[in-house]
């Protein structure tokens, strides 16, 4: 597969707690210069990010995270002030214990809002597949489908594992029509993004291909 078209569907990420701005500047360059899908960072730099790369770039930012728990309230508000201040894309995470009781209305309910708010933007609904059942990925699938989210995302890369290729290719068996894939959470390698995107995912949530690809420049450089 073309790298061109594997950038295309990276959502180039920096989202550590020590994230500097010369950091953040520093994927927004690198995302800017790969023509990536997007870049995602730490609300608290969206507004700082917007206008450092204007329309060169989309700004995709993360709503209850890591853990999902904020109330709903919290999470409206969180993707209003994230909108407001130049994201074009949010990526939320669902409230997994509510999953676990199966409260279904409730997590239906909260990306129904989450989606009114952010209107016609992009928002992802992160599942955090590495503590669910194969149940509650299907069910989830159902969920984000009536809730009429834009992407189910595997993983916020912050808990015991990321995305599987298993996972997505439940996803991609088990999703309505319309609602897209993001595989997120420990791709590393230009093998590993082509296999994701043939099971069925449209975004690849990542840092490391882009920073591979630099590293193989730097070294053609050298030579």
Known sequence: MDRKKIFEKVDHTLLAQTATWEEIKQICDDAIAYQTA???IPPSYVK???EYVKDRMA????IGFPNGYHTTAVKVYETKDALQNGADEIDMVINIGDLKDRHYDLIENEIKQLKEACGD???KVIIETCLLTEEEKMAMCEI???AGADFIKTSTGFSKGGATFEDVA???KHVGKGVKIKAAGGISSFDDAERFIELGASRLGTSRIVKLAKKEQGAKEVL
């Open 48 to 50: 700082r990010g917007k």
């Open 59 to 62: 700004v995709c930012t993360v």
């Open 144 to 146: 984000v489908t009536k």
């Open 170 to 172: 439940l996803f991609a």
């Open 121 to 123: 933007k992009v928002l």
């Open 38 to 40: 997007s870049v995602c």
